[in-house]
């Protein structure tokens, strides 16, 4: 493994060099390395546990505490087997945090849909931003002519996802597209793979944007249309 030669030093006194040495060495140097940074990571993600996401204000801090240690072990298994690719960059505490930040946030939206139904997913016309005819802050209210417009370009979406796509298509869309669920969630409920599901989703909206050209629309259309009523 090349070792950089940028020679960032952490709050700890490691270089980024030293980090990767004492990771990489002999078994005392490498024990008292992992225990360093097990400790900065789990303190890291405790303070984004406890501070940085307020979904999780409720919880009890043993809990919290736990997670921040889960996560920290989790990290770390990802970081030393990924040493090749700290590119020095950064210092390497910083590198690995990220990593750790990344590991929680994965974890937590995926448990946000642990219990996610695909059955319970309806198409319920909040495909496109609803108009509200009072306006919203500053923004004037759309005109008359530009609203029926708009809501006419949205009635024909509606109509192609519900004429043009396989019920397996609508039900992929929606949960991905629409409702932002992860897709290995989606893949996993519907009893599929993350290939197979892009699959699905590349046609969906292959046939979405035929019908919808066919009709006269394109992309970029819709987007400046409903730029103007937001």
């Known amino acids: 493994m090349a070792i950089p030669d940028r020679a960032a030093t952490d709050t700890t006194g490691r270089s980024n060099e030293e980090w990767l040495r004492s990771l990489t060495g002999a078994p005392e140097d490498q024990e008292a390395a992992i225990a360093d940074l097990r400790a900065r990571l789990r303190r890291g993600l405790l303070w984004y546990l406890t501070r940085d996401r307020s979904d999780l204000a409720g919880r009890p801090l043993a809990e919290l505490e736990r997670m921040a240690e889960d996560y920290s072990q989790d990290a770390l298994l990802r970081i030393l087997q990924g040493l090749d690719s700290f590119r020095g960059e950064s210092r390497f505490t910083t590198w690995a945090t990220r990593i750790a930040l990344r590991v929680a946030i994965s974890d937590l939206r995926r448990a946000r849909y642990r219990d996610f139904r695909l059955e319970d997913l309806t198409l319920d016309g909040e495909l496109l931003p609803q108009l509200d005819p009072s306006g919203a802050g500053d923004n004037p209210v759309p005109a008359p002519e530009g609203a029926a417009e708009r809501q006419d370009v949205q009635e024909r979406i509606l109509r192609a996802l519900q004429e043009t796509l396989t019920p397996r298509q609508r039900q992929a869309l929606e949960a991905v597209v629409l409702q932002g669920v992860p897709l290995e969630v ?45």
């Open 186 to 230: 989606v893949a996993q409920r519907m009893g599929s793979n993350r290939n197979a599901l892009y699959k699905l989703l590349h046609d969906a909206r292959r046939k979405l944007r035929a019908r919808l050209e066919g009709q006269g629309l394109d992309v970029a259309y819709m987007l400046e249309l409903f730029a103007r009523g937001s």
